[in-house]
C-alpha cells in the first residue's frame, strides 16, 4: 500500500455568500506513486479545486471554503505558505507566465534560493532533477527558446528542485503539440515511477491517457470515470 | 565582453550617462554622451539601432513633442521665420534638441542594462545592497516590456483589421480609437501579473526575509577601471562646468 | 470557386534563421483548408505574412490578384477576418455589446441602418445574447473567442484565418465552435492553424502539414 500523501475531505466552496456552490463534497485521496487525472468542463471548479489543495484558497484567494485538506496527515491551514510549497509544486497552463529567467539552471535554482538552501546542495538538486527529467542537455539554454513541451517541463523541473513530493498540473498540455505531450507525459510517468503523487488536471480526457485513475467534476461533484465521456 | 563586464559596472556607467544628461543643459555634451552611449553599447554587446526601429512609431511621438516644444518657446533669437511669425527660436530649437538626446539617453541606458542576463542584473543590484523584490521586480519588468511593446502592436494590427483605415479618420477620431489599444493591453498584463505572482508565490517568493544564490559577482580590473573612468568623467564635466 | 490566395516562392527569415521556406499555395475562396504541425513550425508566421502582419521580401503572396504587400492592413482585414491564437488582442472595448457596435461606429463603408438586425442575428448565432451587457474583462476563453470571432464576422469577410482556435478549450466549447464553423461552412473559406488532429480531420477538406519551414505535404 503506497503513502497517502494528499487528502481532500469533504470539500465545499463558493466565492461568495450569494455565490452557487462550486464544489460540493469533494473527497480525494492522492497516494505516492500514483497519478490522478481530473476532467471537466470550463467553469467546472477544477482550477478552484487546484488553488484548495495547494492551500491558495482561503490563504490567498478569499471565499466560502468548509474542509479539510491534509499533506501527509497534517492539516494544510496550520502549515505556513513557504512549508507548502516544499510538499507541493502546481504547474499551470501557460509556461510563458511562470519562467522567469534566460537560462534554465536559473529556473530551477529560484525556488530553493527562495528557501536559503545552500549552494551546493542546490546544484546538486537541478542536476538530480534534469537527469529525473532526462533534460541535462537543456541546463544552460534559453528556456524561452525552447519548444512548448521543452518550456513546460522546466516548469516541471523548477517546481521539483523544491523537493516536492506532490505535483499538481493545471491544464498543463493544453496550448502543447502531440510531440509536445510526448515528452511530457515522459516526464510525468518519471516522476510517478520515482515516487511522487501526481494530479493531472484536464479538460481533454486524451491528455489523461497516463493517470491510474481519472475523475470528472460534473455539477461541483467528483466522480470516478467509468469510460466514454460522449 | 559583455558577458565579462560586471552587472553593477554597467549599472554605475548608465548612472553616470543618465546624470550628465539630467543636469546638462549644453547640446553638444549630451549629443556627446549619446554618441559615447551608443558606442558602449555595442561594444556590450547590445544593439540600440535593432531597438530603434522596434520602437519608431513611438519615436514619431516624441519627435512631435519635440517639434511642439520648439515652437512654443518664445524666448531666444528666431531662427525660422515665416511670413513675420517667428516659428522657432534658438532656444527653442536648443530645448528640443535637449529634450531629443535626453530620451535616446535613457532608451541607450536601457539597451546597456539588457546585455546582462537578469539573473546577474538582480544578482548585481542585491550584492549592491538593495533588496531582492526590487531587484527581481526591475528584471520582470525588463522581461515583460519587449512583450508589452508586441501586444500594443499586434491590438494596434488587430483595430486595422477589422477594416478600419485609421489614417483617413478625423485627428480626433484617430486618438480615439488608440485608445481603445489599452484595454487589451491593461486586461492581458494584469493577467499576466495575476498568473506570474500565483507561480512564483508557489515557489516560495518571500518566504523569509533573506536567500541563498547560486550566483556571486566579484569585480574584476576592467570593472573598477571602466568605473574609475565614468566617475572621473563625470567629476570633470561638473567640474569645468562644461555641464 | 477561384483562387483567391496565392502564394508563390515564399521565404521567410527571423533573426537569419530561416522560418519559411518556398512555399508555395493557392487557397480556392470556398475551400476548408488546415494546416497542421508542431509549435514553432511557421504555421501562425505563414498566417501573418498572408494578412501583411509581417511584411515579406522574398516571393508572392496575393489576395484576389492583389499583392499584399501592396495592400493597407485595413484591405486586407475587409477582404479576410483573422482570429489571434489570443482572441483578448482584437477585444478592444469594455462591453461585448460596444465591441459588435465598434466597427459600425469607425467604418464608413457599411451600412449602419442595418446594425441593430445584424447584431441580433450574431448573438444567436454565437450563442452570447445573455453576454451583451457583460463586461470583457470578466469573459471566460471561450467566450472571448466567440465574442471575437462573432466580431470579424461582422465585417462580411470573403475568408477566414483562425489561428489555433481550440487552445484553452473543451469538448463543450469545440462542439459549439465546430457548429458555428458548420453554419458557415458553404458561405465563406476558412484556413484553419492547429495542432489538433481530430478537429482539423472533422472540417478540413485539405489538410497540409509544415515541416521545417517547408510544406511537406498536402
Known sequence: MNDILLQGKNIYFKYGEKDSQILENINIDLQSGKIIGIMGLSGSGKTTLIQILNGL???????????????????????????????????????????????????????????????????????????????EHLRYRNPNKLSGGEKQLVVIASVLTLDVDIVILDE???????????????????????????????????????ADDIFILQGGELKRFEGNLL | MNNTIDPRTKL??????????????????????????????????????????????????????????????????????????????????????????????????GVIISTSSERNTIQGIVQLGLPYEFAFMTAVGIKF???????????????????????????????????????PVVASTLNKAKKLS????????????????????KLKYKDYLIILISLTTAFALIYLKWI | MKDFIVIKGLDFYLDSKAILKNINLTIDSRQFISIRGANGCGKTTLSKLIM???????GSIKIEDREVSEMSLSEIGRKIGYLFQNPEKQIFTSTVLEELSFIYKYREDIDKSRKEKEIDEILDTFDIRNLKNKSTFFLSQGEKQRVALASVLLNKPKYLILDEPTTGLDYKRKEMLSEILDKYKNKIGVLLISHDYNFVKKHSQKIISLEGGCIVYE
Open chain 1, 57 to 135: 484558497i482561503p490563504k490567498r484567494v478569499p471565499g466560502s471554503y468548509k474542509g479539510k485538506v491534509l499533506i501527509k496527515g497534517d492539516d494544510i491551514s496550520k502549515i505556513e505558505v513557504e512549508k507548502i510549497s516544499r510538499e507541493i509544486g502546481t504547474v499551470y497552463q501557460d509556461p510563458d507566465t511562470q519562467i522567469i529567467f534566460s537560462c534554465v539552471e536559473d529556473e530551477l535554482a529560484f525556488g530553493p534560493e527562495n528557501l536559503c538552501i545552500k549552494k551546493e546542495k542546490i546544484l546538486k538538486k537541478i542536476e538530480e532533477v534534469l537527469k529525473l527529467l532526462n533534460m
Open chain 1, 172 to 210: 498543463s498540455m493544453s496550448q502543447i503539440d502531440d510531440k509536445g505531450k510526448i515528452l511530457i507525459k515522459k516526464g510525468i510517468e518519471r516522476l510517478r515511477d520515482s515516487g511522487k503523487g501526481i494530479i493531472m488536471v484536464e479538460h481533454d480526457i486524451d491528455n489523461l491517457s497516463i
Open chain 2, 12 to 109: 554605475f556607467l548608465v548612472l553616470c550617462i543618465s546624470t550628465i544628461g539630467l543636469i546638462s543643459r549644453d547640446v553638444l555634451i549630451l549629443f556627446s554622451i549619446t554618441i559615447v552611449g551608443i558606442i558602449i553599447s555595442k561594444i556590450f554587446g547590445g544593439n540600440f539601432f535593432v531597438l530603434i526601429k522596434r520602437i519608431k512609431k513611438l519615436l514619431y511621438v516624441f519627435f512631435f513633442i519635440i517639434i511642439i516644444q520648439s515652437i512654443f518657446t518664445r524666448q531666444g533669437n528666431p531662427v525660422i521665420v515665416i511670413g513675420g511669425f517667428e516659428i522657432v527660436t534658438d532656444l527653442g530649437l536648443n530645448r528640443a534638441l535637449g529634450y531629443m538626446f535626453r530620451v535616446l539617453i535613457i532608451i541607450i541606458s
Open chain 2, 145 to 183: 516590456l519587449p512583450l508589452l511593446i508586441e501586444e500594443f502592436k499586434d491590438t494596434y494590427m488587430a483595430i486595422q483589421l477589422r477594416g478600419i483605415n485609421i489614417m483617413k479618420l478625423p485627428i480626433w477620431e484617430r486618438f480615439k480609437i488608440t485608445s481603445y489599444i489599452f484595454i
Open chain 2, 198 to 217: 500565483i507561480s512564483v508565490e508557489s515557489r516560495a517568493f518571500r518566504a523569509y526575509d533573506r536567500r541563498t544564490s547560486i550566483t556571486s559577482l
Open chain 3, 52 to 58: 501583411g502582419i509581417y511584411p515579406y521580401s522574398k
